[in-house]
């Protein structure tokens, strides 16, 4: 019981702590998204490192960086992640070198404050629409011209086994 009880007073703190963090961030990150591309991107790109350099230690989980020695200078790149929890998105798009967008649901734009982060960091897609699939391939083909890497994240179904 008494590991359930932390556990929740962990969950509510770290919660917290991204929340005062984001709010914080956002502010920059509001202004650059008036900024022509590919400049906001490399900036919410460059700030969401700093804040996940401050806000994982904080809450007790500092990030260990491994394989970027794959990325070779001047090379754009698809790099495909595991998505099990909220954190997946905020913790790789900033650690990958260099300025990345996601391929996202197109209902995530729609939450007040993840709006204008949504919509600088990432190729939005509303899964429904064939317009819009075929649009957002178009999108993606875009930022990779130019010189923005892009992220995907494929949903997992929950009895798949992990991927190592």
Not at 14 to 30: C, D, G, K, S
Request: hydrophobic share 50%; glycine share 6%.
């Amino acid at each position: 019981m008494l590991k359930n009880i932390l556990g929740r007073i962990y969950a509510l703190y770290a919660l917290l702590l991204f929340i005062i963090t984001m709010m914080i961030v956002f502010i920059p990150i509001l202004i650059a998204s008036l900024w022509p591309e590919p400049k906001p991107t490399a900036f919410f790109i460059a700030i969401g490192r700093r804040w996940m350099n401050i806000y994982l230690p904080l809450i007790g989980c500092p990030a260990r960086l491994k394989g970027q020695e794959y990325f070779a200078p001047g090379q754009t790149y698809v790099i495909v992640c595991n998505h099990n929890a909220l954190m997946d998105i905020p913790v790789t798009t900033g650690y990958v070198p260099g300025a990345n967008k996601t391929l996202a649901k197109a209902s995530m734009a729609k939450i007040p404050v993840f709006n204008v982060l949504y919509k600088i960091g990432s190729i939005l897609v509303d899964r429904s629409s064939e317009a819009s699939r075929k649009q957002s391939v178009v999108d993606m083909k875009h930022a990779l011209s130019l010189g923005i890497h892009m992220l995907l994240y494929p949903k997992v179904p929950a009895t798949a086994p992990p991927i190592r």
